[in-house]
């Protein structure tokens, strides 16, 4: 099987620079997976190379015209054999967790669509999802709004590369994650509280089971901290 392809498309391809460094950077250098980022303006016509238009219906702020964005998602889906999933990033999508990271970090081919303005002409999102090879999914990273898309791709890429094999050093990191789906039957858990050298700073000393050498105590203290964690998040 190829690496898995993620394609970004935005008015400002610059924004992806932090691509290239530490662990996603690494992974693209190994070739455990391919990321490709795409000027939204290099599909606009005129003299202006103008990506967008005031709305229809009156109301503040411009739309994303549609032909630009059909144009740059066709020209990174002309494989008839290709399976593509369109992500759109928009605050009134699904939100983002853990669960849709492991779930997307299984697919072979993401295009992420990075908004300005108010936002993309809903067809784009219509004409996509009728395609046969197109899955479309609309995501918000959470309930607030940025000035585009950008930030939110960076963030959920790398939510989902972290998650290919190879791309972390030692794959156990991953299992005793916050919000990790490894254990399926496990209620989903933030982590317990981590220390390091040296035993007393400032006067605060390192919870004592974990200097006791006894895995079993270790394992329980780790366990309840997580539940009494997990649990004052929903207080
Ligand atoms: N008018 C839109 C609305 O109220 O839903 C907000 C548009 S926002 C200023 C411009 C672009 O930023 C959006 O098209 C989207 O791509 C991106 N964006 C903003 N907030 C986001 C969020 N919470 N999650 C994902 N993308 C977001």
Known sequence: MNSPRFDVIS????????????LVGKAQ????????????RDFAEGLHKSVDDTPYGG????????EPWAQAIDSL??????????IVLTPAGK?????????????????????????????????FRSKRNFTVREISIGDYVL????????????????????????????????????DESAEQ??????????AMWRELE??????????????RWRMEQSKARTKKLSE
């Not at 250098?29 to 939204?40: A, G, P, Q, Y």
């Open 95 to 127: 939100k983002f967790d853990q669960a849709m990271a492991y779930e997307l970090a299984t697919k072979e081919h993401l295009i992420f669509a990075c908004g300005r303005y108010e936002g993309i002409d809903y067809r784009v999102t219509e004409h």
């Open 206 to 219: 390192v919870p004592s089971v974990l200097l006791s050498g006894n895995h079993g105590e270790i394992a």
């Open 189 to 198: 858990l933030v982590e317990y509280p981590s220390y390091t050298k040296p």
């Open 29 to 40: 250098e190994k070739s455990l997976i391919e990321i490709n980022v795409t000027d939204l």
């Open 59 to 66: 109301g503040a702020g411009m739309v994303m015209s549609p």
């Open 11 to 22: 008015i400002f391809p610059e924004y992806m620079q932090p691509l290239s460094l530490s």
């Open 147 to 182: 000035n585009g898309g950008e930030v939110a791709a960076l963030v959920i890429l790398e939510a989902i590369i972290r998650l290919i094999p190879g791309v972390i050093g030692n794959p156990a990191s991953l299992e005793e994650e916050s919000h990790s789906l490894s």
């Open 77 to 86: 889906s002309d494989d008839p054999e290709g399976n593509y999933e369109l």
